[in-house]
Structure formats: structure tokens, C-alpha cells
């Protein structure tokens, strides 16, 4: 089946930096586009960035413009999302998803707080 698990969430001061990462199987992961979302609590789940199959074309949104960044190893199955000079409401479960076409497939997401 298909899988996608994240990893590298936890607690970090404002200001500071954090890593993700999300491992698929079970797909050809290099024909995806593969995104992260982050739903905080009493919010909409909202998209975060995208990256291309073959990582030419990154879309962000505004709120983390020149903070965060995405990308991806096709040879390994894997995208990523730095984050940098996290605040706050950058406090959300992060949830890595992978699409083609009308498929999407969802991780089980990863807690990021925000906190001094």
C-alpha cells in the first residue's frame, strides 16, 4: 500500500530551524507532485509548498515566502521542507502529500511547535 511518513517535527524556540522529511513507498514517486500542509488547530488546512515531479517548479505560500524551502530526492523516495526562522503560526501538524492527477495520498503528519 501506499505510505508516506513524515518525520522531524518537535519543539523549537521562534527563530529557529527545523527540518522535515517524508519517505514514500508504494508509488512511483517521481511522476507525484509532493507537497506539505499543516492544519493548526481551529483552521483550515492549508497548503504550504509544492514541488514537481522533477523539482523545476516550487510553489509557496505567502506566509512562508524566503522562510521555508522545499525539495525533493526522487532516487530516494523523499521530499523535505526547511524551515527557517520559524514563528508561532508556523505552529500546525505538518501532513506531506503526494498527487497525481486526482489521486492524492496523505501522511499521518508531524507536530511542529512553535514556542518560546
Known amino acids: 500500500q501506499v505510505q508516506l511518513v513524515e518525520s522531524g517535527g518537535g519543539l523549537v524556540q521562534p527563530g529557529g530551524s527545523l527540518r522535515l522529511s517524508c519517505v514514500a513507498s508504494g508509488l512511483v514517486f517521481s511522476i507525484y507532485t509532493m507537497g506539505w500542509y499543516r492544519q493548526a488547530p481551529g483552521k483550515q488546512r492549508e497548503l504550504v509548498a509544492d514541488i514537481s515531479n522533477g523539482g523545476g517548479t516550487t510553489n509557496y505560500a505567502d506566509s512562508v515566502k524566503g522562510r521555508f524551502t522545499i525539495s525533493r530526492d526522487n532516487a530516494k523516495n523523499t521530499v523535505h521542507l526547511q524551515m527557517n526562522s520559524l514563528k508561532p503560526e508556523d505552529t500546525a501538524v505538518y501532513y506531506c502529500?503526494?498527487?497525481?492527477?486526482?489521486?492524492?495520498?496523505w501522511g499521518q503528519g508531524t507536530q511542529v511547535t512553535v514556542s518560546s
Open positions: 502529500n503526494a498527487r497525481l492527477t486526482v489521486s492524492r495520498y
